[in-house]
C-alpha cells in the first residue's frame, strides 16, 4: 500500500468514525429528548389530575357569595356546578340551601315596639322620618306616580289616601299594647311550618323591640331588600288582630286602583284570593267565626307592595277572643302556612 493510498483509507476511516460518533450522539441525545417530553406529559397530566380534583368553589366563601348581587339562588347553583363537575351528590355549604329554588314568602307582623319608646336613631333605623310641617315622626302613604319607591311627600300621588285623611301616616297612629305580641307569636308559628313544607321565610321583624316602617317592611319582597331590582318574593302576608269588641276572623280586602311599579293586573284579585283562603284555614283551625272581608282599600301596604298581599285580621285581641288568640299561637301560624301554600299551588 503506498503512503498516498493509507492516507486516503486513514482518512476514510476517520471520516466513519467520525460520523458514528456524531450518530451515536445524535440517537442517545435523541432518545433522552423523547425521555424528556414522556416525563413532561406525565407531570402534566397529574398536575391536571390534581387540578381537577381541587374544589374550584373553594375560595369563595358563603358570605361573599352571598354578597353577589344574585340572590341565593346564584349561590345554590354556583355549588351545585362545582359539585357537579367533581362527581359529588350532595353539598352544603354553610347556608347555601336557603332559596334553592325555594319561594320566598314576606311575613310581617304588625306593629311593634311603640314609637314613644324608640329613640331617634331608632326610628331612623327603621325607615321613618322626622317631618317637621307635622311635627312628628311617621312615613308617607303612597309612591309617587310613575315612580317607584320615591314617595309622594302629598303631592303626585294617586289621591288613595281616606277620605279627608293626609298622605302622612304619622308614626304613633299604629301603636298598641296587647297586640305586637299576638302578631309576632302568629307570624312565628308561621315560618315554622312554612320552612317546614319548603318555603323561604323573610320575616319583616322578629322581636318587639323592632318597629319598621312600612317602606322597610316592603323591601323585603326585594333580594336583599334591594328595591332597585325586581322582587323576588311569591307573596307578602300581614299578621295583625283587630280591635273595637267584635269577634271572628277576617281579612282587610283590597279594591281600589294601585299603580306601584311591578305589580301585575292580576294584583287586587290574586291578593283577595290569598286572604280569604287564609281566613277559611284560620276560621276551621281555631274555631273563630269566619267574618266577611273589611273594606279599607287605601292602606299603606295595599299602595307599596309589589307583590300579591294578604292582610290578615285574626280575631278581636279586645274581646273573649283573646283567649283564642293567646292559646292558639301555634295552630293560627299552621293554618297561615297551609293557606299561603295553597294559593301558590293554585297559582
Ligand atoms: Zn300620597
Ligand atoms: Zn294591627
Not at 406525565?42 to 366563601?61: C, G, H, I, N, V
Not at 307582623?109 to 315622626?137: C, F, P, Q, V
Not at 328595591?227 to 269577634?247: E, K, L, M, Q, W
Request: hydrophobic share 30%.
Amino acid at each position: 500500500m503506498s503512503d498516498k493510498r493509507l492516507k486516503v483509507c486513514l482518512r476514510g476511516a476517520a471520516v466513519f468514525l467520525a460520523v458514528s460518533i456524531v450518530f451515536c450522539i445524535a440517537v442517545i441525545c435523541g432518545v433522552n429528548i423523547q425521555k424528556s417530553n414522556m416525563e413532561k406529559q406525565r407531570l402534566d397530566t397529574e398536575t391536571k389530575l390534581a387540578e381537577m380534583q381541587m374544589p374550584t368553589f373553594a375560595p369563595q366563601s358563603t358570605e361573599e357569595v352571598k354578597n353577589d348581587g344574585d340572590g341565593a339562588t346564584g349561590e345554590s347553583n354556583a355549588v351545585k356546578t362545582a359539585a357537579d363537575a367533581l362527581g359529588i351528590d350532595d353539598v352544603t355549604v354553610g347556608q347555601s340551601q336557603s332559596g334553592a329554588g325555594k319561594k320566598v314568602i314576606v311575613l310581617d307582623a304588625g306593629h311593634g315596639k311603640s314609637s314613644s319608646e324608640m329613640t331617634s336613631d331608632e326610628k331612623t333605623a327603621e325607615g321613618y322620618e322626622y317631618n317637621e310641617s307635622k311635627g312628628n315622626w311617621g312615613e308617607w302613604r303612597h309612591y309617587k306616580n310613575g315612580t317607584f319607591g320615591e314617595n309622594c311627600h302629598g303631592s303626585g300621588c294617586t289621591g288613595l289616601s281616606p277620605e279627608n285623611a293626609s298622605c302622612w301616616y304619622s308614626m304613633g297612629n299604629a301603636d298598641r299594647d296587647t297586640e305586637p305580641q299576638i302578631n309576632l307569636d302568629n307570624a312565628l308559628a308561621a315560618q315554622k311550618y312554612l320552612e317546614q313544607m319548603g318555603y323561604e321565610v323573610r320575616m319583616t321583624r322578629t322581636s318587639n323591640e323592632q318597629n319598621p316602617s312600612m317602606d322597610k317592611r316592603v323591601s323585603y319582597c326585594f333580594p336583599n331588600n334591594d328595591t332597585t331590582s325586581a322582587p323576588d318574593a311569591a307573596a307578602y302576608v300581614c299578621i295583625h288582630s283587630n280591635a273595637g269588641g267584635g269577634r271572628g276572623t277576617s281579612y282587610i280586602a283590597l279594591g281600589a286602583d294601585y299603580e306601584q311599579k311591578f305589580i301585575g293586573s292580576d294584583f287586587v284579585e290574586k291578593s283577595n284570593e290569598m286572604g280569604n283562603i287564609i281566613n277559611q284555614k284560620v276560621a276551621a283551625a281555631t274555631g273563630l267565626s269566619q267574618n266577611s272581608p273589611i273594606n279599607t282599600p287605601y292602606l299603606i301596604l295595599f299602595n307599596k307592595c309589589p307583590v300579591p298581599i294578604a292582610y290578615m285580621e285574626i280575631g278581636f285581641y279586645d274581646s273573649s277572643d283573646l283567649s283564642i288568640l293567646q292559646s292558639s299561637g301555634d295552630e293560627i301560624g299552621k293554618a297561615i302556612a297551609e293557606g299561603i301554600d295553597e294559593f301558590l299551588k293554585n297559582n
